[in-house]
């Protein structure tokens, strides 16, 4: 039950771009469409943003999107704004046995 | 408005027990599979367990297993997560977690677990 890889930390100045990988085995992230994305302010805890790769729950901005190439994903915040500033983390459904595995997290900071 | 709201966090001696609970609400309880996440002083998040909206099936990270049990009550729609030879390293928030499909829905606010002599 190894954590998905995700990179320490990404930074932007608001209004560009920043995209997060999270990468993973056959056994989580290339072997299900089922990898989720969550965001979490300091102090507070973690929110749904994406869900079945690239689907958004009500209320979340079209900013956020993912993608997902053999046995890594992707999540792609557009039009960077202050209120990004958080960690986010990754996670994929891992079968019947692991079940989930979560991300180690990135940092994302606007700049 | 859907609801999860973990209670029964606190302050316990290395190996001794302690049993979370999470009440559910605004939903149907019984129709979700839920969870425990947990999150170390500074440290990322890491899924500790799941069970089946009938409480038929459960599931367990390899750190937890054979310690902690994930139960429900459904017709008090309570989750609960009983600990038990507690380690320092067990140290964490805990939150309580409904499922959506397959991903984490909808999360309480944490309870708080400090495993220290």
């Known amino acids: 039950q190894s954590a998905l890889t995700q990179p320490r930390s990404v930074s932007g100045s608001p209004g560009q771009s920043v995209t997060i990988s999270c990468t993973g085995t056959s056994s989580d992230i290339g072997g299900f469409n089922y990898v989720s994305w969550y965001r979490q302010h300091p102090g507070k805890a973690p929110q749904l943003i994406l869900f079945d790769v690239n689907e958004r729950p009500s209320g979340v901005p079209n900013r956020f999107s993912g993608s997902k190439s053999g046995n890594t994903a992707s999540l792609t915040i557009s039009g960077l704004q202050s209120e990004d500033e958080a960690d986010y983390y990754c996670s994929s459904f891992a079968g019947s046995y692991t079940y989930y595995v979560l991300g180690t997290g990135t940092k994302v900071t606007v700049l | 408005d859907v609801q999860v709201e973990e209670s029964g966090g606190g302050l316990v001696q290395p190996g001794g027990s302690l049993r979370l609970s999470c009440a559910g609400s605004?939903?149907?309880?019984?129709?979700?599979?839920m969870d425990w996440v947990r999150q170390a002083p500074g440290k990322g998040l890491e899924w500790v367990a799941g069970?089946?909206?009938?409480?038929?099936?459960?599931y367990y990270a390899d750190s937890v297993r054979g310690r902690f049990t994930i139960s429900r009550d459904n017709s008090k729609n309570i989750l609960y997560l009983h600990m038990n030879n507690l380690r320092p390293e067990d140290t964490a928030v805990y939150y309580c977690?409904?499922?959506?499909?397959?991903?984490?829905?909808?999360w309480g606010q944490g309870t708080t677990v400090t495993v220290s002599s």
């Open positions: 069970i089946s909206g009938g409480g038929s099936t459960t």
């Open positions: 605004g939903y149907i309880f019984g129709s979700y599979a």
């Open positions: 977690v409904r499922e959506s499909g397959y991903c984490l829905g909808v």
